[in-house]
């Protein structure tokens, strides 16, 4: 199976993302960059120097709906004609810019995040809106959980890795143990678990972090020989990058523990503690840590939880 990787650039902090061209048929992309003109260029050389060009492609399977990773799938789908789309069924990211509804501005205002603050954060990723084309729920099929995306001469398992969002999927070619994993694992950075409604009941919110864990280990139980990830270089040594990730997580619990008061905190105040002077698109990611990490010592009874009004209060045990 040709697994090519292509280079897309992107506006954001993270640098260029991985979309990845199975080169059989049916000719697939599995990501496919934000919605710019550099993105475009980028998208079509690389696949011109592979042998194909738009027209060929006929799937464009998202590993998550963030704009990075699938602002171009309408465009793609389009120009292609016959491309059929997959993704998730608990993403939300291709549908509607986040932070605009009731379900994602509670999850702020719980995490004790100022009105004034929710604000900027909402106008800042409508911002983020011209990256990404949105889709109808008619105009995609699910990915599902251990199903295959079938190929001339092999497959690709569906594994759904749940953590830096609630429907971040991994793809596995269990004849070599070869796993595209999109930001599930990444070489030289820690995912970071993205704050979300949870998909089941939107009135609570997605353990990002404590699902993101279990995804390591379901990923661990493939022994994978190589990971191609959505940043950066693909990963040779997975279980040391594994063992890297826990002891990551272990450190950042014992900071976030250190950082809550007797008379108790909210994730917004740690999150500022954690990472002062942070602006832009960083202020929601260092919430969505502070949560998760918070989450993750409550649930492992590190620490104790209150409601203050609509504020949930951390406090230690």
Known sequence: MRIIRIKVPTPFYIGPVNVYLIAEDPITIIDTGPKTKEAVVALKDGLRAAG???SDIRRIVLTHAHEDHCGLARSVRDEAKNAEVFVHEWE???RHSRLEHD??????VRAGVPDDEIAALRRMYMGMRQYADAFAEHEYSPLLDNGELQFETGSLRIVHT???TPGSCSFIREADRTVIAGDCILKRITPNPVLSPDPIDPSKRF???AEYLVSLARLRSFAPTLVYGGHGDEVNDYDELFNRYIRAVQERQSQVIK?????GTTAWEVAQKMFPGTDDVHRFLAVSEAVAHLDLAHSEGKLGYEVSGPTEVYKPL
């Open 52 to 54: 194909f060009k738009v």
């Open 92 to 94: 939300t990211g291709h």
């Open 103 to 108: 379900e994602h501005k509670s999850l702020l």
């Open 162 to 164: 749940p953590g830096h």
């Open 207 to 209: 353990p990002s972090l």
């Open 259 to 263: 950082l809550v008061p007797k008379e």
